[in-house]
């Protein structure tokens, strides 16, 4: 992360037997102030984590995107990369952390 990007806590949880971290899963949107940082897992799964309670829930796509568009700052600015399989972006230009850019 660059001195700009937003600082969240590097946790990991088992949710119904997945495991998500977030280190390794994409970052979407977040709130600084509230502590609030929403993530789409590698398994494509989304999830918000709250830095205050240091917990993960795991959220329905509907859920996630409603989340998305509600905070106030979009780390994937677009929504079709942010949600590819809702948004008909699912292929080899989906963005991913793992890209070493």
């Given at each position: 992360?660059?001195?700009?990007?937003?600082?969240?806590?590097?946790?990991?949880?088992?949710?119904?037997?997945?495991?998500?971290?977030?280190?390794?899963?994409?970052?979407?949107?977040?709130?600084?102030?509230?502590?609030?940082?929403?993530?789409?897992?590698?398994?494509?799964?989304?999830?918000?984590?709250?830095?205050?309670?240091?917990?993960?829930?795991?959220?329905?796509?509907?859920?996630?995107?409603?989340?998305?568009?509600?905070?106030?700052?979009?780390?994937?600015?677009?929504?079709?990369?942010?949600?590819?399989?809702?948004h008909g972006g699912v292929g080899m230009d989906t963005y991913t952390n793992l890209y070493d850019d």
């Amino acid at each position: 992360m660059t001195d700009k990007s937003p600082k969240y806590k590097v946790i990991q949880q088992v949710v119904d037997t997945e495991t998500y971290r977030t280190d390794t899963s994409t970052l979407l949107a977040y709130d600084e102030s509230k502590k609030q940082f929403l993530f789409r897992a590698l398994n494509s799964n989304y999830f918000v984590q709250d830095d205050n309670e240091e917990n993960i829930k795991v959220l329905e796509t509907e859920e996630a995107e409603e989340l998305w568009n509600s905070l106030p700052s979009k780390h994937v600015v677009n929504i079709t990369a942010a949600f590819p399989k809702n948004h008909g972006g699912v292929g080899m230009d989906t963005y991913t952390n793992l890209y070493d850019d």
